[in-house]
């Protein structure tokens, strides 16, 4: 017979892999804590190449956790561009279509995302761009889609309706919480499982008819749609009643839908924080990372001039960038109050061998002219208290490549070495 001990163990282990949150390398989580909001991004979870698990607060108080992430396509008038580079023209892209949280497009898929939700809102901002006259209409639209994307108001008003929807949801899973691993616990220990289980089966069907209920109210004020879709979404709960404990938290998950991580870090921040987020996100818009090259059987199959279709995308982003950069920036000044030259200033040498920084991610290296080895860009040179290049840099480092806007990079230009050796992970 399975003793009360391990019944209680077998609970915390499911309660465990129901708390997990699956998300995608580049998501960024941004998690209620007892002292506020902080962002984090998912890239260093554990998990595989494409995804990764996040296990945010498992003890009461129960709080949110909610993922975001940036757009994963470039818009550009020319088409989007993937993440591995591939430009796909917008009279390919006017049929796309989502499939759980992939998205694709005559055939080929597009990005993948970790939520249906997200990946049904990008299929529908794509249509809408691809519905556009080409041209200006067609940079309008575009330029709509990203003024959607870093609306801050949004991401403020998603959590107040929130906050509003789920509070008495939030009573009744923290008390779930603690009628399954403290109530039944105590009673098993002191009357035995054989005499009480009735009693405490009714009082745990009680909570969860409670918390069904309130889920459901909550759910209609989050997400609307139909009442069958959200009874789709209420029976893995109602069968897996350790999930109802995190059934709030599911709803959080997706609480800012598809606004950018910086929009929705305004909302939660408060104003000291955003400054850090955002000085991030600006060196990512304004210094984009230098790809790989997509394969060359990729390029052959879908274009007639593998170089063309490459300029053609290397085009497309810059222009991409350059439209985000701005957009990021007027939106950072508006949040913050702070200009982008104020946020972005150069990090001061982490040791005395640090001669060069990448001006995306800011790893500090030993040797100028080289490029990030994570980043592909070319390095800036570090400045030293009396404004040169610290002692022990070789003279003639190269100086700021600051504005790292990359309009023709050629396949085959990634060949450039780094030869300085990193001076400390970030
Ligand atoms: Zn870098």
């Not at 129901?18 to 260093?44: I, M, N, T, Y």
């Not at 008390?175 to 005499?195: H, N, Q, S």
């Not at 000291?272 to 790989?292: I, M």
């Not at 990030?372 to 480092?397: K, N, T």
Request: net charge positive.
């Amino acid at each position: 017979m399975i003793g009360a001990t391990e019944l209680i163990a077998a609970a915390a282990a499911l309660y465990v892999v129901e708390s997990a949150l699956l998300v995608r390398r580049g998501d960024v989580l941004l998690e209620a804590r007892r002292r506020g909001w902080k962002a984090r991004r998912c890239d260093a979870l554990p998990g595989g190449d494409d995804w990764a698990v996040a296990l945010p607060g498992l003890l009461p108080p129960l709080r949110p956790a909610a993922v975001c992430r940036p757009l994963p396509l470039a818009l550009a008038p020319q088409g989007a561009i993937t993440a591995g580079g591939r430009l796909v023209p917008w009279e390919r892209l006017a049929g796309a279509h989502a499939d759980g949280g992939r998205v694709s497009a005559d055939g080929l898929v597009l990005a993948r995302l970790s939520s249906d939700r997200a990946a049904g809102e990008l299929v529908a901002a794509l249509r809408r761009v691809a519905a556009a006259a080409p041209g200006a209409a067609r940079e309008a639209a575009i330029g709509a889609e990203l003024d959607a994307h870093l609306d801050a108001s949004a991401a403020r008003a998603a959590l107040a309706r929130w906050r509003e929807a789920g509070p008495f949801l939030g009573v009744v899973t923290n008390a779930l919480f603690g009628y399954v691993f403290l109530a039944v616990p105590v009673v098993v220990a002191r009357r035995g499982l054989v005499a009480t289980w009735p009693v405490l089966l009714a009082g745990l069907l009680a909570l969860l008819a409670a918390a069904g209920v309130e889920w459901w109210f909550a759910d209609r004020a989050l997400r609307g749609g139909s009442a069958g879709s959200r009874l789709g979404r209420l029976i893995p709960h109602v069968l897996a009643p350790l999930g109802m404990i995190r059934a709030r938290q599911a709803v959080a998950r997706d609480l800012f839908g598809s606004l950018h991580p910086l929009a929705a870090a305004c909302a939660v921040l408060p104003p000291a924080a955003r400054a850090g987020e955002a000085a991030r996100w600006l060196r990512e818009a304004r210094h984009p990372a230098v790809r790989a090259a997509a394969s060359s059987v990729e390029v052959h199959a879908h274009a007639a001039d593998p170089d063309a279709a490459e300029l053609d995308a290397a085009a497309a982003g810059a222009w991409y960038h350059a439209a985000l950069s701005a957009r990021l920036e007027a939106m950072v000044a508006r949040e913050t109050g702070a200009s982008p030259d104020e946020l972005l200033v150069p990090p001061a040498p982490d040791s005395d061998e640090s001669c060069a920084y990448c001006p995306r991610c800011l790893a500090q290296y030993t040797a100028a002219g080289s490029v990030c080895s994570d980043c592909g860009l070319e390095l800036v040179a570090i400045r030293g208290s009396a404004g040169g290049a610290p002692a022990g840099c070789a003279d003639g480092a190269r100086t700021a490549h600051a504005d790292g806007a990359r309009t023709g990079r050629r396949r085959g230009e990634r060949t450039a070495h780094s030869n300085g050796a990193r001076t400390r992970t970030r």
